[in-house]
């Protein structure tokens, strides 16, 4: 089992910048593979990135590629999401999540999630 806790999200204008953080507890980390969701209100929530356990493999909804990068650290157990050239429309709260396995674009196939850290984006 994994415990997830986001933070670094917080008030920034368009065009800025922002470092999430997901910070994981237990002993296991580098064998999980790590996604990076959002839910804006009255949304669905939305896959944004998702980083292979094995050899680090990267996948990016097409509405942040080019702008996020997902990265990870396990010796520190934890993943970054990396938000350049933000927009009004990133506002949202984003969460991280962990599943075992093969990477995933889907929310439910994470077994694991943070609580979720609120960005909001000023135009």
């Known amino acids: 089992q994994v415990q997830l806790v986001e933070s670094g999200g917080g008030l920034v204008q368009a065009g800025g910048s922002l470092r999430l953080s997901c910070v994981a507890s237990?002993?296991?980390?580098?064998?999980?593979?790590m996604g990076w969701f959002r839910q804006a209100p009255g949304k669905e929530r939305e896959f944004l990135a998702t980083?292979?356990?094995?050899?680090?493999?990267?996948d990016y909804a097409d509405s942040v590629k080019g702008r996020f990068a997902i990265s990870r650290d396990n010796a520190k157990k934890t993943v970054y999401l990396q938000m350049n050239s933000l927009k009004p429309e990133d506002t949202a709260v984003y969460s991280c999540?962990?599943?075992?396995?093969?990477?995933?674009?889907?929310?439910?196939?994470?077994?694991?999630w943070g609580q979720g850290t609120q960005v909001t984006v000023s135009s």
């Open positions: 999540a962990a599943k075992r396995g093969i990477a995933s674009t889907r929310d439910y196939d994470y077994a694991y």
């Open positions: 237990g002993q296991t980390f580098s064998t999980y593979t």
């Open positions: 980083i292979f356990w094995i050899d680090g493999a990267t």
